[in-house]
């Protein structure tokens, strides 16, 4: 089983920061700013789906996108509970780990550093645009797990034949993960290593 996981908001806490990365775009191409519960509300991916709804225009979705990864990049957020101990456990154990985000590379490889993970991931793919795409390509004929905390995550990990596992993480309640298919919903991964997510979350065949 292959082990594969979205970054920020699965790995990486950053609700907070997300929101504060998000009006920092929207100011910088003269768009409305939001507060924390509209934002919890009107979080989706894609990003430039999630700025088109909250009035950036087409023509700025560049601009807007590249102010936010710089926002991300400029501030430090804490780690999921249990993460780093269970990514540290997989890797000890030699099992297949690797990160499918949309981040942006520069950024995503200096937090993998900041928060000493880089060397439990073989891979990391950065700027998933097409997250179905990147998965069905990892797993392959075998059975893997996706970790994510978003409809878009969850949608994708089912188009792909992923295990879809939700991670509550304040980008999007239970209700919507579900929604999108989620087979599993996760607060954390306290007490979890690779033996133990095959017995709670391996049940599910793949198409």
């Not at 807007?64 to 990514?87: C, D, V």
């Not at 792909?160 to 209700?175: F, H, K, T, W």
Request: glycine fraction near 10%.
């Amino acid at each position: 089983m292959k082990f594969l996981f979205d970054w920020n908001g699965t790995i990486a806490d950053d609700a907070a920061r997300a929101c504060f990365a998000t009006n920092t775009a929207l100011d910088a191409v003269g768009a409305p700013l939001i507060d924390p519960l509209e934002f919890d509300r009107k979080f989706i991916l894609p990003m430039d789906e999630m700025f088109l709804r909250l009035g950036v225009s087409g023509d700025d979705l560049g601009t807007a996108a590249s102010h936010w990864n710089r926002a991300m990049a400029s501030r430090n957020a804490p780690i999921r509970g249990g993460a780093a101990r269970f990514l540290r456990a997989l890797h000890d154990a030699g099992e297949y780990c690797a990160v499918i985000s949309a981040a942006g590379e520069q950024y995503l490889r200096e937090e993998l550093e900041y928060f000493g993970l880089a060397d439990c991931f073989d891979e990391v793919l950065t700027g998933a645009s097409d997250k179905v795409g990147a998965l069905e390509g990892l797993r392959q004929d075998g059975q893997a797990l996706y970790f994510g905390d978003t409809e878009y995550d969850i949608a994708s990990a089912v188009a792909s034949g992923c295990i879809a596992v939700g991670v509550l993480s304040g980008y999007c309640p239970e209700d919507r993960l579900r929604s999108a298919g989620a087979q599993h919903i996760i607060m954390d991964y306290d007490g979890m290593d690779g033996a133990t997510a095959r017995r709670l979350f391996g049940s599910y065949a793949t198409p």
